[in-house]
């Protein structure tokens, strides 16, 4: 399983970015996918999950209205849209797979700041 995430980088509050994680090495539309992130200092949070065929979706509290999931199973892609970013929106955001077990790929660091 080997997931790489893109899309991260420095932007003003209130901007946005879109975040891409390709997955490869397992048959990808028939897992969930999600999206994590860390804060300096802080603990892995959930961010976002997606189901197989992305019927289904949830979020943390903290991003509802403002990030959306979303995936392309053709693509073997899973995205993270990000509107109204705030500052303590700042982590390295890591995609997920659970597999059999639970697989990560390498992060990518989001900076919202002036």
């Known amino acids: 399983v080997q997931l790489v995430e893109s899309g991260g980088g420095l932007v003003q509050p209130g901007g946005s970015l879109r975040l891409s994680c390709a997955a490869s090495?397992?048959?990808?539309?028939?897992?969930?996918m999600s999206w994590y992130r860390q804060a300096p200092g802080k603990e892995r949070e959930l961010v976002a999950a997606?189901?197989?065929?992305?019927?289904?979706?949830n979020y943390a509290d903290s991003v509802k209205g403002r990030f959306t999931i979303s995936r392309d199973n053709a693509k073997n892609t899973v995205y993270l849209q990000m509107h109204s970013l705030k500052p303590e929106d700042t982590a390295v955001y890591y995609c997920?797979?659970?597999?059999?077990?639970?697989?990560w790929g390498q992060g990518t660091r989001v900076t919202v700041s002036s």
């Open positions: 997920s797979a659970h597999v059999l077990r639970r697989y």
């Open positions: 090495g397992f048959i990808f539309r028939s897992y969930g």
């Open positions: 997606i189901s197989s065929a992305g019927g289904s979706t």
